[in-house]
């Protein structure tokens, strides 16, 4: 490759050794690279440490008289570099003489090479789009590498990489760590030793960090069979590769992709470091998810930047220092003092935006923004706004947005006046259409509104007057100023009448009612008429759901309807989770206090961002939140800790406080306290109450001889907490009681240290434990489903399975309707259904695992196999299939192999184009595809009617369809070996028998051009002989048919007198099979006993294939797949500041 030219210096042989050289230029080659000698491994060792990465190759130019030298080219092989010196010869060394000094000379070769260096910069600019501007030159040398070393799929995306040391062995290893989407890559090359390393994050069980060597932090990664310690030189990569783990454990939880930002590249950006587009992607969605578990935003809402600033507060006339974050549809503020003050700004809700240079108190010049809403004319400042003008011309873009989008909706809305329909967006899956028709039932209001709570009218009142104050001081709905004061009010109890405005502001709830207007009756109504499995298990569960209110008693149907409506509506719209238990209890909890559709609104809310994973079959976040807490009760209660892991009890904790939010263990009167906590500071609330409850019965825990002593203490605690309500607080009563708002305020007071941001953390570090636990379960309930099905060992089955599940997992990624996704939601469905292969998996997984991939009609038989096992023609086998392939191939029993290999060349699965070779005419069978399918279709008949009459006294007579033709081919196949089964398999004509013979040959010869071995000599010669015999066994086999078909024909005619006359489709009939009997053909049963004669073929089909070893070549790098095209927009994050 030509570059500018620029001047080196060039000393001695140094680092470099000529290979051509002339009076005016020199073609030098890098040691190390390709050469040897103790030198040259210096060399390579010198470039691999400090990573200098030199080309192989250079072309340089000396001026006659000087010491210094020009570089024209760099190669990255010998071919481009010989090309590049024969152009210099052909185009410029001719041309030199005509100048007449050497500068001359020099200035020739500059200006024409600077000219060609020039001109490829423009058609390069022009064929790169715009992600590949951003990256550095260091980054693209990376990817060309890390391609280069690792032989994975050219569509890998490599994030980022890392000067890295690799702690493994004696010596470390100091190289580069290479970080991908899918992998985590190390590559070292010292003193001539290479370390190579490649790992799936899927298959990734644990990370950890810790102090390290030589004064530096290592990182652990961990998988099922092995484990590396890596010293990063660079903080950012320890978070990166957690949040690249994560990714790969969502693959696992729920097939969520990681899919690109491509509106990323047509945003405007300010003060964003240069570098990759995949990592300023991950970045921007890392602290989007951030940014929407800070302020319980839907999750399809995007960051698009944020900057520091100072907030005034009317409410005490001061500036607090914090950051404004900017996204789609809100502007918010968060002070850095955590909790003292926090501010969410609907832009919709934005009347402008205007500079002012004028501070509020004192008058000084200021660097302001003024929010001015459009009701009431209420104002918000934020002062010393760094970079001030940008962020206003970012505002008047997401305001301008904002109205454009709006002026859409009103105008489609005015345009289906007839039928409307409502769009709901966040949904799992991506969004679902629902159109809207005229309701068959009245949405329910609070159930409270029609039966009366039993509370303490003064008390509420008190309340009530606490509530109207402070919104008087701190502003009312979504806008209102959330300060201290705000989290003491709520920890008090959010009166009656305030309670569903504020579980609906605080939880994020009212913004996905507001953007899908209609869309709960819509779905509510339709989900009811559909029947699945999650509404006969919601049926189930309505009576039990809170038996103690009476708008759940079977006497009453306002509730029991109500919480039938909300619970199918959810699970039609998230049939990941459809239906779980507890969902029941807690949405029986919202309807009292909330209306119908503000329910469902709020269920979407816990289960899908605020508890998030709890919800589903494997109720993934319940086990991930019991990591978490005893993370936190070894770190906060360390004397507790060991007892309560001998109890065992904190799965009890985290399945039963958690998923129903203390609603199971508490009266829901006191618990819906904590609801309020939790829908305004998110689920740190749980952990910090849940500690404080241990806490205060710490001595009775270590007094504690078992689980069960254990959790009916803790129950009877549970009863002593009442709310502040003098009705139910008894001077009298001799047990101590506790107050519920003085529970609350301890448990904020004793754990503040214990943070939504830690949660999150530990959320993450746990996910992996968790995850890669359940896959095992999983792998081992698969392993168990086909064990009687194969021979293969455990360890071998288990080696194919994270091979299917990997592959699996990529398919799906870039396939949102693969069967194995619907699959999934099938309970009834057996293990090995659950994982499958297409096509291309198939033909590359049994590549790895047959001798007969070598054969060049490999292709022709994989796809026959394929296409046997594939009996429901939906381009999918299961695992169960898979492996039963896999075992009549690679397995030692030499008769499944021969039954497979005659089973692949009948009629039908040999379609009629494979026989054109072997005719010797050039006479045209199928003018078009029509005729060719029609042929095809007739072969297939004729097997299926011979299956058909050898089952004729069999009680599953086989059906002449194609899907049941090959259903029994694929049965016959599974069956053990018998004399009855032999004789039903259907006989080979003649052409297919030479089909079959030209592929045994085939399957010995692995290269044509290279000689024949003694093996191959003596195998061609065994097939020849069982040929030649077969063949002659079917001559045979031909003339005696020939001769019955006559004597029957003989003494048909001499009894012709006293037969009945039969009509002449019956004829036909009954001529058909006689005729075929005149056809030349062989049996199963001789093919069988012919091959078995010859020992050189009993032995190669007899040679097993070890699986486990066989797949290695996966474990390197994965199968060879096609570049993705895959451009799916999802929600994800932009940053600009």
């Known amino acids: 490759m030509w570059i500018q030219p620029k001047e080196i210096v060039v000393s001695g042989p140094g680092f470099w050794q000529t290979e051509r050289a002339n009076r005016n230029f020199i073609l030098q080659r890098r040691k190390g690279r390709g050469t040897r000698g103790f030198s040259s491994l210096l060399v390579g060792t010198w470039d691999s440490v400090l990573d200098t990465k030199p080309p192989p190759y250079r072309l340089l130019y000396q001026e006659e008289g000087s010491d210094t030298f020009l570089m024209l080219a760099a190669c990255m092989s010998g071919q481009e570099a010989l090309e590049d010196w024969a152009w210099l010869e052909r185009e410029l060394l001719t041309k030199v003489d005509n100048f007449e000094t050497p500068s001359e000379i020099t200035d020739f070769v500059s200006g024409k090479i600077a000219s060609i260096v020039a001109i490829n910069e423009v058609e390069s600019i022009e064929a790169t789009d715009a992600s590949d501007m951003e990256e550095s030159s260091g980054y693209k040398a990376a990817k060309v590498k890390f391609h280069r070393v690792f032989t994975v799929p050219e569509d890998e995306k490599l994030v980022s990489y890392y000067s890295c040391t690799c702690w493994q062995g004696r010596i470390p290893a100091q190289g580069w760590l290479y970080l991908t989407v899918n992998h985590l890559a190390f590559y070292s090359f010292i003193l001539g030793s290479e370390t190579k390393i490649l790992v799936r994050w899927t298959d990734v069980t644990d990370i950890e960090k810790c102090g390290g060597m030589l004064l530096q932090d290592s990182l652990k990664v961990f998988t099922r069979q092995e484990q590396w310690s890596f010293s990063i030189f660079n903080k950012e990569g320890y978070d990166l590769i957690r949040q690249l783990a994560n990714l790969g454990m969502r693959k696992l939880i729920s097939e969520d992709s990681y899919h690109q930002d491509l509106n990323l590249l047509l945003k405007r950006s300010k003060n964003v470091p240069k570098k990759s587009f995949l990592k300023r992607d991950l970045d921007a969605r890392k602290n989007t998810e951030a940014y929407r578990v800070k302020f319980c935003f839907p999750v399809e809402e995007k960051l698009d930047g944020k900057v520091e600033c100072f907030l005034f507060t009317p409410f005490n006339k001061k500036y607090r220092f914090g950051t404004l974050y900017l996204s789609s549809n809100f502007g918010c ?127 509420e009142a008190v309340k009530e007057i606490l509530w109207e104050k402070h919104g008087a001081e701190f502003g009312t709905g979504i806008s209102i100023y959330r300060t201290e004061e705000t989290t003491n009010l709520i920890s008090k109890g959010i009166p009656n009448k305030w309670r569903r405005e504020v579980w609906m502001t605080f939880s994020g709830a009212i913004f996905d009612m507001q953007r899908n207007t209609g869309y709960y009756a819509a779905l509510a109504d339709s989900s009811l008429q559909v029947k699945s499995l999650a509404n006969d298990e919601i049926e189930r569960d309505l009576h039990r759901s809170l038996p103690e209110h009476p708008a759940f008693q079977a006497n009453n149907k306002i509730g029991i309807e109500a919480l039938r409506r909300v619970l199918s509506a959810y699970a039609a ?23 119908e559709e503000e329910a469902f609104w709020l269920l979407v809310a816990i289960c899908e961002r605020l508890l998030p994973d709890y919800y589903n079959t494997k109720v993934v976040g319940a086990l991930v939140d019991q990591g978490v807490m005893d993370h936190l009760v070894l770190t906060h209660l360390p004397e507790l800790h060991a007892k309560i892991s001998d109890l065992g009890m904190l799965h009890l904790i985290s399945l039963s406080w958690f998923l129903t939010l203390f609603l199971s263990v508490m009266p829901y009167h006191t618990a819906v306290y904590i609801i309020d906590c939790f829908f305004y500071e998110g689920a740190k609330v749980i952990f910090q109450l849940a500690l404080t409850i241990l806490s205060r019965n710490s001595e009775f825990l270590l007094s504690c001889r078992d689980e069960g002593e254990a959790m009916m203490g803790l129950n009877r605690y549970f009863q002593s907490i009442l709310r502040d309500d003098p009705d139910v607080i008894d001077p009298a009563s001799e047990t101590p009681t506790v107050i519920i708002s003085n529970l609350i305020t301890e448990a904020f007071n004793m754990f503040q240290s214990v943070t939504s941001e830690e949660i999150e953390s530990l959320r993450l570090k746990h996910r992996l434990k968790v995850v890669q636990t359940l896959e095992d379960s999983q792998m081992k309930n698969v392993v168990r489903s086909v064990k009687t099905v194969t021979k293969f060992s455990d360890e071998e089955v288990r080696a194919l399975f994270v091979v299917v599940k990997n592959e699996q997992l990529i398919r799906t990624s870039k396939m949102a309707n693969d069967p194995a996704n619907q699959d999934k939601l099938d309970s009834n469905k057996p293990f090995f259904e659950l994982y499958k292969v297409d096509c291309d998996t198939w033909r590359q997984v049994s590549g790895l695992c047959s001798s007969w991939a070598k054969a060049e009609i490999w292709d022709v038989l994989a796809h026959r196999m394929f296409k046997i096992m594939d009996v429901n023609q939906d381009g999918f086998i299961n695992f169960k299939d898979l492996l039963i392939l896999l075992d009549m191939m690679s397995g030692s029993d030499i008769q499944r192999k021969l039954k497979l290999l005659y089973c692949l060349h009948l009629p039908g699965v040999v379609l009629p184009g494979e026989l054109e070779t072997l005719r010797e005419d050039n006479t045209e069978v199928a003018t078009d595809a029509a005729d060719f399918f029609i042929e095809a279709e007739i072969n297939l008949g004729k097997t299926a009617r011979y299956l058909m009459e050898a089952g004729e006294h069999e009680e599953d007579a086989f059906d002449s369809g194609e899907k049941a033709s090959l259903n029994s081919i694929q049965g016959w196949l599974i069956r053990t070996d018998s004399k009855l089964e032999m004789r039903k398999i259907p006989p080979l004509p003649q052409q297919y028998f030479v089909l079959l013979w030209k592929s045994l040959y085939a399957l010995f010869m692995e290269n044509s051009l290279l000689p ?50 039969v009509s002449e489709d019956e004829k036909t009939d009954n001529k058909a099979p006689k005729s075929d009997d005149k056809e030349w053909s062989i049996t199963y049963e001789q093919f069988l006993a012919s091959m078995l004669t010859e020992s050189a073929l009993v032995d190669h089909f007899s040679e097993r294939l070890d699986l486990q070893v066989a797949l290695r070549e996966y474990n390197c790098s994965g199968l060879n797949r096609l570049p993705s095209t895959e451009t799916q927009d999802s929600s994800r994050s932009v940053f600009y500041v």
């Open 573 to 595: 719209r998230n049939p990941q989770i459809g239906y779980c238990q507890a969902m029941n209890i807690v949405c029986s909890v919202l309807l009292i206090y909330s209306s």
């Open 333 to 459: 503020f968060s002070s850095h003092v955590p909790g003292l003050v926090s501010l969410v700004i609907p832009l919709k809700d934005v009347n402008c935006v205007e500079k002012s240079s004028i501070n509020v108190n004192h008058g000084n010049q200021d660097e302001a923004i003024v929010f001015t809403m459009k009701n009431g004319g209420k104002t918000f400042v934020f002062g010393q706004v760094s970079d001030r003008d940008f962020v206003v011309e970012k505002l008047c873009e997401l305001l301008a947005q904002l109205k454009t989008e709006s002026e859409d909706l009103v105008s489609q809305s005015s345009g289906s006046a007839s039928q409307t329909s409502s769009q709901a967006s966040g949904v799992v899956g991506g969004p679902v259409e629902i159109q809207a028709s005229a309701n068959t039932f009245q949405v329910t209001e609070p159930l409270m509104t029609i039966f009366r709570e039993s509370v303490d009218l003064t008390t």
């Open 1012 to 1061: 024949e071995t003694e093996e191959q000599q003596a195998l061609y010669h065994s097939v020849s002989v069982v040929g030649t015999l077969l063949l002659q066994i079917g001559e045979v086999g031909q003339k005696f048919g020939k001769m019955k078909s006559s004597f029957v024909e003989d003494e048909e005619t001499l009894e012709g007198g006293d037969q009945v006359d």
